[in-house]
Each structure stands twice: as structure tokens, then as C-alpha cells.
């Protein structure tokens, strides 16, 4: 039987402008190749990559009632996701993200609308019952449900959930201290370099890594076209990117989640998520945007099962 995961968070309208030679600094303009609108949001992603995977996903979060909410709900549809949680809110428009994107760098500009409004009355007992695992997207970005955040994770903890969390970027800067109380209730903390050494003010990732392991907890460091290092709480270990050529590097750290998560799920030990984790988002850099997202499991294996691995960067 599939875990079910319940994935709380946002889900937005990311527009996509692709081929810059370079992000812009203020007062400057730079003219993009390419431009697409594609339904994004690091949790939404999260979910539609492990329901692609062929895990049983229900979301929960809002939308505005505007026809970009209704375009989040149609791709989680259409991804295999249950929107049936998301909240459809009349008085916050829909989020959207502009993502600026040379290919290997991106810088965002976020209007959170309605992604910044989940709460924790919108998640239901009976779907936290009827999940085996929760996961949130974009702590930083939660600014309804983060002071609710260690109570959700302790009720899903004492129903027998596993939990997961990623804290995205922190657009105010602040890195608020607020996180080290959910962290002990989190099993799977999966932050980028940047979002690590900005947590723990770290220099380096393995640092990073060392200040946010705790007892039980696993933690994931994601480090792009580098890969990945990783701890849970015993033995750390270390896996290199595959070797692929990176058209749009945007949904990766999201695809990748989903691929260190089914890992985690199954069962598996640390270095083969890690290996899972990394073929995911080397799929996803192979594509623009959420479009990133893997068709399916055998994508996935097809991958691994290519000799890709022997061409990994060192």
C-alpha cells in the first residue's frame, strides 16, 4: 500500500522568465529569452513530484478565488494530488512568484497573497488520521501557521506521523529563532546550503550540518550541481551531483525533496535516498520550471539505471 503523505503549505503561479545573461542589480535591465507561466510553489511541487512517484498525496493551504487558483488546483488534479484541503480564500488573491533564471543562477520576487494564509485549522483530524506522513513547505513564507507550527507537529507526531520540513528563504531576513522549537519535532529537515549556513550563521555546509543534526532527526544539506551531504544523528555521509547539462535549475531543491522523502518513506537507508534524491533533481534541471517535476517512477529509474552514475561530478 502507497504512503499517504499530507503536504501543507503553498501553491502559487510562478512566471518563469528564462535565458537572462545575468540577474539584473537595481536600476539595471536585462531581457529574458524565454517566458512561461507554470504552476509552482515549493510545497505544491513537493506534492505533485511525490504523487508522480506513486505515493497517495492530499494538499492543504489556499488559494485566492481567482482563475490562477483555480490553474494550482487543476495541476495538483492533474498530477494525481487530492486538492480537496486546499482552501479556496475570497479575500487573498492567489501568490505569484517571477522567477529570474540564466539557467545555473535564479533570484525571485514573491507577492505571497495566499500562500502565506494556511492555518492550522485548515488541516482536519481525519487528515491527519488518515496520513502516514506530513510534510510543509516554505516555513519562512508561513507567516499564519508558523507560531501553530509545534503544535501541528506534536499532534502528528502522537497520531504516529513522520514529519518533514523545508524552511525555504527567509525573505525578511530575520532567521527567526522560532524554527530551533520545531526542529526536535521534525524527521527529515532537507534546507539548501544558503538556507543552512543562514539558520545556524555557519560558514560552511558541513558545519551547517553539524549544528542542525539533533538526536533522531535527519538532516539533508542540498548543494546544486555539488549534491548533497547529509546526517541522521549517527553516520554522515556525502553524495556528488550527476553530470547533466542544467537548462533550468528553479523546481530542483523541491523534485529533489520528493525523491529523499519517497527514499525515507520506503524505508531506505541514507545513501540510497541521497542517490534517489539526486537523480530527481538532476531530472529536474533537465527542464524549465515545474516542469521539472518527473513523469513517474520509471523516469526515475531509467536514470539510474542509464550509467548516468558513472559520469557524476566529483
Known sequence: MAKRVLALG????????????????????????????????????????L???????????RVGDDEEGRLAMRALHDAGVDPSGVVVDPAARTGTTAVLSTGSQRA????????????????TEGQLSG??????????????????????????RSRGLTTSLDPGWDPSLGWGADIREVLPLVD???PNQAEA????GAGRPEEALRALSGTGRTVVVKMGA???????????RRFPGFQVKAVEVTSAGDVFDAGYLYGFLQGWGLLESMRFAAACGAIAVSRPGSRGVMTGLEEVQRFLEAGVEGRRKR
Open 10 to 49: 503553498d501553491v502559487n503561479l510562478d512566471l518563469l522568465f528564462t535565458g537572462l545573461d545575468r540577474i539584473p542589480a537595481a536600476e539595471q535591465e536585462t531581457l529574458a529569452k524565454g517566458l512561461e507561466a507554470l504552476v509552482g510553489g515549493q510545497t505544491g511541487t513537493v506534492a505533485r513530484a
Open 51 to 61: 504523487s508522480r512517484l506513486g505515493l497517495a498525496v492530499s494538499f492543504v493551504g
Open 108 to 123: 525571485y520576487v514573491t507577492f505571497a497573497g495566499s500562500a502565506a494564509r494556511a492555518r492550522r485549522s485548515d488541516v
Open 131 to 156: 496520513a502516514d506522513h506530513l510534510h510543509v513547505g516554505s516555513y519562512y513564507l508561513q507567516e499564519a501557521l508558523r507560531p501553530e507550527m509545534p503544535d501541528l507537529f506534536r499532534e502528528a
Open 188 to 190: 527529515v529537515f532537507l
Open 197 to 200: 549556513a543562514a539558520i545556524t
Open 226 to 236: 555539488a549534491g548533497c551531504i547529509a546526517s541522521d544523528g549517527g553516520e554522515t
